[in-house]
């Protein structure tokens, strides 16, 4: 019996030295096991220790960028000289982009390592054509809300220390001898005048800045589908009716910051390169009409894009299925960044 309670501690010290070995003879730099969204289960970035991340741009600086995941987490990025920047395109080679592609509501992927200050040294970043298109509309449309908040915070801020003048003026009045106090009751009139405009101001600058924080949320407002003749990318009376209606009901909208993305598609016949040049001319004969018929501004449009037979909404199988197929899909799409005010 006292040879048997021996040997049991003795089994229980082994094992837990082999777990320990287990335990401490992990690799620090091994591969991080990420989430649904990309982002470390633990939430934490350790130095020199591998990671994917997938997100949105929300910030953009000279030599870093901000990155928010679907889960609102947010991850600073740093770009180097060896960051590998390329733009993945579905029928053709990637193409190597340059740092300055990396807009704010870009979506994309990184490949680093963490640093010492929590952050993401990029090695590699990845992003779809299309997605750097949209970014780019979006980006053409935000100076113009970034310079009203950049004025109001700078008169915001005037304001302030035309307040703090006033208070100073007031507390050395007050000392003074009986025949000053009027200048010193109309300092003080003055400074509440200038507190009811800081606070105007104050309030146009929040407004600004939660448009500009909005405008990663870019919706699609209505699409529109218009049939094509097999083998033509010419548009039917029928199709340029259906245009006309739907921008005489976009024209009776108040609403403002929105782009027009044209894409085309054809039915599986013919070879590859054919359906694809096909499906971009009708894209292109339908934004065509619309800033010929319409006099729809250019920079509302997003290049057009064709996607031959690839993404058939119905079977290719049957002479209706492929009529289906023959198409142009005319997307709306509202920034509510820029338009919230206004819808």
């Known amino acids: 019996m006292k040879q048997s309670k021996t040997t049991f501690p003795l089994a229980v010290l082994a094992l837990t030295l082999a777990l320990a070995a287990t335990v401490f003879g992990h690799d620090a730099n091994s591969l991080t096991t990420f989430g649904h969204d990309g982002a ?19 910030k953009r600086d000279e030599d870093t960028f901000t990155v928010r995941g679907s889960d609102g987490t947010e991850t600073v990025v740093v770009l180097t000289e060896n960051t590998n920047v390329k733009i993945v395109r579905r029928f053709r080679a990637d193409k190597t982009a340059a740092a300055s592609d990396i807009l704010r509501g870009l979506r994309l992927k990184i490949e680093g390592a963490g640093n010492t200050e929590g952050q993401i040294v990029a090695a590699k970043i990845r992003f779809e054509e299309r997605d750097l298109l949209t970014a780019q509309a979006l980006e053409s449309r935000v100076s113009p809300v970034e310079s009203q908040a950049n004025s109001t915070q700078t008169l915001a801020e005037s304001n302030e220390k035309r307040i703090a003048a006033a208070d100073e003026n007031a507390q050395r009045l007050a000392g003074q001898v009986e025949e000053l106090s009027g200048i010193a009751a109309a300092a003080q009139t003055a400074a509440k005048n200038a507190q009811v405009s800081a606070d105007q101001a104050q309030l146009t600058a929040d407004t600004a800045n939660e448009r500009i924080t909005a405008l990663d949320d870019y919706a699609v407002f209505r699409t529109i589908t218009v049939q094509f003749r097999a083998g033509s990318a010419s548009l039917s009376r029928k199709a340029k009716e259906e245009i006309d ?14 782009a027009i993305s044209v894409v085309g598609f054809a039915d599986s016949t013919g070879n590859k390169g054919t359906n694809r040049s096909l499906s971009t001319r009708r894209a292109e004969s339908v934004i065509n009409y619309l800033v010929t018929k319409h006099n729809l501004p250019l920079q509302r449009v997003v290049q057009p894009f064709g996607y031959g037979s ?13 009529s289906k197929n023959r198409r142009a899909e005319i997307r709306i799409l509202v920034n509510k960044g820029i338009t919230q005010a206004s819808l």
Do not use: C, M, Y
């Not at 209606?245 to 108040?254: K, P």
């Not at 690839?310 to 492929?322: E, F, H, I, K, W």
């Open 245 to 258: 209606e739907a921008v005489n009901d976009l024209s009776g909208g108040s609403f403002k910051g929105f």
């Open 310 to 322: 690839l993404d058939p909404v119905a079977t290719n199988q049957t002479s209706d299925g492929r």
């Open 40 to 58: 470390s289960l633990d939430g934490l970035t350790i130095e020199g220790q591998k990671v994917k991340i997938e997100g949105i741009v929300t």
